[in-house]
Nanobody, 123 residues
Framework: QVQLVESGGGLVQAGDSLRLSCAAAGRTLSGYAMGWFRQAPGKGREFVASIYWAGSESYYSDSVKGRFTVSRDNAKNTVYLQMNSLKAEDTAIYYC????????????????WGQGTQVTVSS
C-alpha cells in the first residue's frame, strides 16, 4: 500500500505562484511513477504532470508545460508541483497519484491517490 497526502493549496491571484507537496509513505517507492492530476467542478480528472522516483524523466500536459514544474525529494519521500503564472482556469482540486508509468494520462491507470488539495486562482 502507498499513502499519499497533499498540501499547499490555497487562494491566489492570477499570475501568482504556488507549490504543492505530496508526502508519500508505505511500500518502497523507487519503482513508481508519481503524478499530479486536477479536477475542476463539473469536469473529469485531468492529467497535469508526472515524474519517476528514480531518474530525471518527467512529463507534462500541454496546458501547463512551461508554467509548472514537477520535482521530488527522495530523502523526504515528497513530490512537488511548482505552479507559476497561475491562471483562473488552473482552479481545481489537485490530486497526487502513484502508478507505473509517467506517460499514463488516464486517471484509471494510476493505482494510488491522495485526498486532494484545493487551488483557487482569482482573476
Amino acid at each position: 500500500q502507498v499513502q499519499l497526502v497533499e498540501s499547499g493549496g490555497g487562494l491566489v491571484q492570477a499570475g501568482d505562484s504556488l507549490r504543492l507537496s505530496c508526502a508519500a509513505a508505505g511500500r518502497t517507492l523507487s519503482g513508481y511513477a508519481m503524478g499530479w492530476f486536477r479536477q475542476a467542478p463539473g469536469k473529469g480528472r485531468e492529467f497535469v504532470a508526472s515524474i519517476y522516483w528514480a531518474g530525471s524523466e518527467s512529463y507534462y500536459s500541454d496546458s501547463v508545460k512551461g508554467r509548472f514544474t514537477v520535482s521530488r525529494d527522495n530523502a523526504k519521500n515528497t513530490v512537488y508541483l511548482q505552479m507559476n503564472s497561475l491562471k483562473a482556469e488552473d482552479t481545481a482540486i489537485y490530486y497526487c497519484a502513484a502508478g507505473n508509468n509517467i506517460y499514463f494520462t488516464r486517471s484509471s491507470r494510476w493505482g494510488y491517490w491522495g485526498q486532494g488539495t484545493q487551488v483557487t486562482v482569482s482573476s
